[in-house]
């Protein structure tokens, strides 16, 4: 709580003073002044800083963020719109980061050294390094220009959830490749290093084979650092996808913030920002969670 | 897409015989309304989706640029010239079923000009003193002096006509008199217009129509080449155009556009006060070559602020032709043999950013050193625009016949000349034409003379169309996207 509060002093000291007005930028070279003057009283830009940040942390305690200076319409209803789209685009991108990562993370540390180990090592290596955007371009240029079975991005809506499943596929696989190929290397260390510990050689001693103890004990211990980098990468992803979004043009979280902010639509971009930061720590809640369940001993901590 | 696959597959599989004929179109564009109403914001976006398609005013602009009767069927002119009468059609109504009633323009000029009115062309309804309705389909509008750029004016964007029933929501659920209605807006993502079925002109081929709005240049290469869009209007990748050209599957559309860019100079700002360096800027500009390096050889290069394709329009490039030497000696007359410094800022467009790095190496081979500032728009507004904190800038002024922004002394390039004032206010009460023209000569070379700015070119419109969709306006007028006579051939 007290954190939030913190986070909306600072997300509104920082984004009121950007240099620019809302108000000229609306109306443009040719606008008198008078008229100016009208849109500002009209968009109640005249009032105090302290009065608008009254205004805007009430408005939302109760639900109502208030309304967007250039699109007029209640920023809540431009936020939910953008989330169908950020959120499901999130989750699919980190379902298949989870889901290629943890094979080739757990195979890549039960060969280790050989050279399926090399392989994956220097795939991931390859995976981080290239920029996720030049990387979307490049499916761009093969599935929806040169084979045609993709579009080249947009976003038909929900409607048609077969549709819209389909245009996300390719920001999603672009999201998920970078992420994969970090997940997938801390999967490999993380679980490297539980297997070096005694308790496993315990388990050896007593009979277990390597795969056993690896499944049974070391997986689970390695579990730690991986929910941490997955809790951080949902986050990112939520509203790190700004470039992809661009790219595919797909209406999420991140182009919203990106225009609203070179619209100065200043009520939108502290909104976004806020809500972001709310993700956040709704997102660590879950993670702490999620360490209680995959270690007991912290269970009693919590 | 989808469904148009669908649709072809299916008439081709039902061997019907008959051509499938496309009724869609899917237009791209790179900026995206704010919101959806004309008459409060300066955004093009705005008047590119709905200008003629759903909103009219009394005049409208035709794709020559030349002003034609909208909803007014007629119109008179008192022997003063100050009183306009307009006859407006008798069958029009609004897209919510109500009519079209002089009431409705008397709302929407009045509404434009009040005192608490966000109209971002205010100046266009000064010089309206009342606008009665005289019956129901009758307007009388009283200037308070006679006026030659009046029906020019009423064919503005940000003069059309609105219903008073409908006005509250109209910046999301748009209601006007046109060829077509709004249907959905997708935020972030598209707007889709259909055809009005109850309209009162000749119905448009067209049954409905998307515009989608992709910002970055590379998308919208990938969005045209995968043919998700069928035309994308004012394409932002001047570099891909030759690509495009070549490929017959669609064709560039090269045309005109109200945009004057030009390198504007702070004339209240030392040294810019002293006409010599202002002459020396516009000597040491080669403007072809910026022309080609900034914009892939598209633009008209321009020696005044007008336009042109206008028939008043005089060539006078010439008075400040490429001349570097020249340029240098007018320097050393002003007393800056040795150069000087000066700031450049840059808004985000890419005439801007990158004719400003040409124009840069250009003054720097004449002794003028410019510091370069690369501003959003915003921030541009802020500084350059109302703060008049800058030496150079360049921009683009895309209004229609905007000569009478010289005759403004608080404007941001702060030109300050009686005369051309005089000229300007005597302008706006002439109605003949040719004395108009004249004038608009005057005005011209005037500004030419004293080298209030470096005049670069007149901006082109580049668009690429799929070959066989005909009907798009390849000049801009204004800033629409009329779609009324937009179909696909075969």
């Not at chain 1, 986070?7 to 443009?28: H, K, Q, R, T």
């Not at chain 2, 129901?136 to 002096?145: D, I, M, R, W």
Request: proline content about 5%; charged content about 20%; some cysteine.
């Amino acid at each position: 709580m007290i954190s939030l509060i913190v986070a909306s002093l600072v997300i509104f000291a920082c984004i009121e003073v950007i240099p620019g007005d809302p108000a000229s930028f609306m109306l443009g070279i040719n606008a008198q002044p008078d008229t100016v003057a009208a849109l500002r009283e009209e968009l109640g830009l005249n009032a105090s800083l302290s009065v608008r940040y009254l205004s805007w942390v009430t408005g939302m305690l109760s639900g109502d963020f208030g309304t967007s200076y250039t699109y007029r319409t209640p920023v809540a209803e431009i936020i939910a719109e953008r989330l169908w789209l950020s959120l499901p685009l999130a989750l699919i991108a980190l379902g298949l980061t989870v889901f290629i990562a943890f094979p080739i993370g757990i195979l890549a540390a039960t060969k280790r050294g050989s050279w399926t180990d090399m392989s994956v090592m220097g795939a991931t290596q390859l995976g981080i390094a290239v920029p996720n955007f030049w990387f979307a371009m490049l499916m761009v240029l093969l599935f929806a220009i040169n084979l045609r079975w993709f579009s080249a991005g947009g976003f038909p809506g929900w409607d048609n959830p077969f549709a819209a499943l389909k245009a996300l596929t390719l920001p999603s696989i672009a999201l998920a490749l970078p992420q994969a190929s970090i997940l997938a290397r801390v999967m490999r260390s993380a679980l490297l290093d539980t297997l070096s510990e005694d308790y496993i050689r315990t388990c050896r001693a007593k009979g277990l084979t390597r795969r056993q103890a690896l499944w049974r004990h070391a997986l689970r211990n390695a579990m730690i650092p991986v929910l941490t980098i997955i809790g951080l990468q949902f986050s990112f992803l939520l509203a790190g996808a700004i470039i992809i979004e661009n790219v595919f043009y797909l209406p999420g979280l991140g182009r919203l913030v990106f225009q609203a902010i070179s619209q100065r639509d200043l009520i939108m971009v502290e909104s976004v920002v806020f809500l972001l930061v709310f993700a956040v720590i709704i997102v660590n809640f879950a993670v702490d969670l999620a360490y209680a369940w995959v270690d007991p001993r912290l269970r009693a901590r919590v | 897409m989808t469904r148009w696959i669908l649709g072809t597959v299916a008439a081709t599989a039902l061997l019907t015989g008959t051509a499938f004929a496309k009724t869609d179109v899917t237009i791209g564009l790179q900026l995206e309304p704010p919101h959806l109403d004309p008459t409060s914001a300066a955004a093009g976006a705005i008047d590119q989706v709905l200008y003629s398609n759903v909103f009219e005013g009394l005049m409208r602009f035709a794709a020559d640029g030349s002003v034609v009767n909208g909803l007014a069927k007629d119109w008179s002119i008192s022997e003063d010239g100050k009183t306009y009468t307009f006859t407006l059609h008798s069958d029009v109504k609004f897209h919510d079923g109500t009519d079209l009633e002089a009431s409705d323009v008397v709302f929407s000029l009045d509404r434009a000009r009040a005192e608490d009115s966000v109209n971002a062309q205010k100046a266009l309804f000064d010089n309206i003193e009342t606008v009665e309705a005289e019956d129901n389909l009758t307007v009388k509008v009283t200037l308070t002096a006679p006026q030659g750029n009046f029906l020019f004016n009423m064919a503005w964007g940000d003069a059309v006509i609105v219903a008073p029933e409908s006005i509250d929501d109209i910046k999301v659920k748009p209601v006007g008199t046109g060829a077509f209605m709004f249907n959905d807006w997708k935020q972030g993502d598209s707007i889709t217009l259909v055809r009005n079925q109850g309209y009162w002109g000749d119905a448009p081929k067209l049954e409905e129509a998307t515009f989608k709005f992709i910002s970055e240049p590379t998308a919208a290469f990938a969005a045209m080449m995968a043919e998700d869009v069928d035309a994308f209007y004012s394409y932002p990748a001047p570099e891909n155009l030759a690509q495009f050209e070549a490929d017959p599957r669609f064709t560039v559309l090269a045309g005109n556009t109200e945009g004057e860019t030009i390198l504007a100079m702070n004339n209240k700002q030392a040294p810019f006060d002293n006409i010599l360096v202002r002459q020396a800027v516009s000597h040491a500009i080669d403007r072809q070559s910026v022309i080609d390096g900034a914009m892939f050889g598209y633009g008209t290069p321009i020696g005044s602020h007008f336009a042109p394709h206008n028939p008043a329009y005089v060539d006078l490039t010439g008075n400040s032709e490429f001349n570097p030497e020249k340029a240098k000696a007018l320097l050393a007359e002003a007393g800056l043999a040795n150069g000087f410094k000066t700031t450049l800022k840059l808004p985000p467009p890419s005439y801007a950013r990158r004719g400003g790095e040409i124009i840069a190496a250009q003054l720097r081979a004449v002794g003028i050193e410019t510091e370069i500032s690369n501003l959003e728009w915003a921030q541009w507004l802020e500084q350059a625009f109302r703060g008049k904190d800058f030496g150079l800038t360049i921009v683009s002024h895309t209004e229609p016949m905007d000569i009478g922004i010289y005759a403004r002394p608080d404007y941001y390039f702060q030109y300050d000349n009686p005369k051309l004032q005089k000229l300007v206010a005597d302008l706006d009460v002439e109605v003949d034409a040719t004395k108009r023209t004249d004038m608009l000569q005057s005005a011209q070379m005037i500004i030419s003379a004293d080298y209030v700015n470096g005049y670069l070119f007149q901006l082109a419109l580049t668009s690429v169309v799929n070959a066989k969709l005909q009907g798009l306006w390849p000049d801009a007028p204004t800033q629409a996207i009329d779609l009324t006579g937009v179909s696909w051939s075969e």
